[in-house]
């Protein structure tokens, strides 16, 4: 069972974040160089004012270029450059607090159909992500016993 502990033991502190401003094109680069799931979005003050999720973003793709078509990738640049964040995020988002229990977030994940939380201060910026990975990672920390022939 998880324990009643902090948030703030098992989130992500060292969070990637784009602007609604940024094009989609920022947003490919991050996905193509970095092993995540969800990008916050925030603005100018770090206030949390959406999020993107890799499907989301697959979902924007063109599902041609899964063919490596060069055609089909220049497509894809062109589409990823001139088109902003703020025009596909998903605006309303969950948010907890590093004080919040993780066995809260487990409870907003099992209710939901989402798989990160962005973890926000008491003046709403962003802080921290917490994400399914982060909550199976702490609530099965231990060795696996090894099975016996």
């Known amino acids: 069972m998880i324990e009643d502990r902090n948030i703030a033991t098992i989130m992500t502190e060292e969070v990637l974040v ?4 940024d094009t989609l094109e920022k947003v490919h680069k991050i996905f193509e160089h970095n092993i995540i799931h969800h990008i916050p979005v925030v603005n100018a003050e770090r206030e949390v004012v959406g999020i993107i999720s890799k499907s989301d973003y697959h979902l924007l793709c063109d599902h041609l270029t899964l063919f ?7 497509n894809n640049n062109r589409f990823f450059r001139s088109l902003l964040v703020e025009e596909v995020m998903t605006r309303q988002v969950a948010k907890l607090r590093k004080e919040d229990s993780i066995f809260l977030a487990a409870a907003f994940f099992r ?12 003046r709403d910026r962003l802080v921290g992500i917490v994400s399914t990975y982060d909550l199976l990672n702490y609530a099965y920390r231990d060795p696996v016993p090894a099975i016996e022939a």
């Open 111 to 122: 209710e939901n159909l989402f798989h990160a939380i962005p973890i926000v201060d008491e």
């Open 68 to 74: 490596g078509r060069q055609w089909n990738l220049e």
């Open 18 to 21: 784009v602007h609604p401003s």
